[in-house]
């Protein structure tokens, strides 16, 4: 069953600047500018300013699936607004039992680098001190780089805590992700 219409409404706090052209929302705040194009999805999005600033989204002759998306769409533009003035932090624990995983911030926290990972060590490579027969291992060592926006530090209070901080949702998340996946094991 189709509806007619169908609104959602979402209200702008305030020291936030929102614009929408062409189905493109740009957010500004004290934090920064995001960016989002929702051209892929057919409704109306209009901004209306008066006493309060008020983005007013409409779905015309939609279907079931086509009406969640307002709810979508006003949650993505919720998020923009709340990433310009507050930001997002994720935490993540670096957590061994035997072998001590070590994560070292590097490039002004926009990469980490893990090494140790459950004890890895790959490869014999021969030392420069030891004598012919005696070998000694080389590490593994992932490196994983932050997105856009994004950045890494090790947590104060917390041993073993890295704190990714961004005004972009999915880019914080997305940078947990991968250095979540970067320590992965794989059964060869």
Not at 10 to 34: A, F, M, Y
Not at 51 to 69: E, I, P, S
Not at 157 to 184: P, Y
């Amino acid at each position: 069953m189709r509806d007619i219409l169908q609104t959602e409404e979402l209200e702008v706090p305030d020291g936030v600047t929102v614009s929408v052209k062409s189905r493109v929302i740009v957010v500004t705040g004290p934090r920064g500018t995001l960016t989002k194009n929702v051209r892929h999805v057919n409704m109306d999005i209009r901004l209306i300013k008066g006493k309060g600033n008020m983005v007013t989204l409409a779905v015309w002759q939609g279907n079931r699936k086509h009406v969640a998306c307002l709810r979508t769409i006003k949650s993505l533009i919720s998020n923009m607004a709340t990433g310009v003035t507050k930001g997002f932090l994720y935490k993540m624990r670096a957590v061994y039992a035997h072998f001590p995983i070590n994560c070292i911030i590097q490039e002004d926290g926009r990469r980490v680098e893990i090494r140790n990972f459950l004890g890895e060590k790959v490869g014999w490579a021969p030392s420069q001190f030891a004598i012919s027969l005696i070998h000694c291992m080389t590490q593994t060592v992932r490196h994983v780089d932050m997105l856009d926006g994004v950045t890494i530090s090790e947590s104060k209070a917390q041993k073993d805590e890295l704190i990714l901080e961004g005004a972009d949702i999915e880019n914080v998340s997305q940078s947990g992700k991968f250095t979540n996946c970067w320590q992965a094991v794989f059964d060869p």
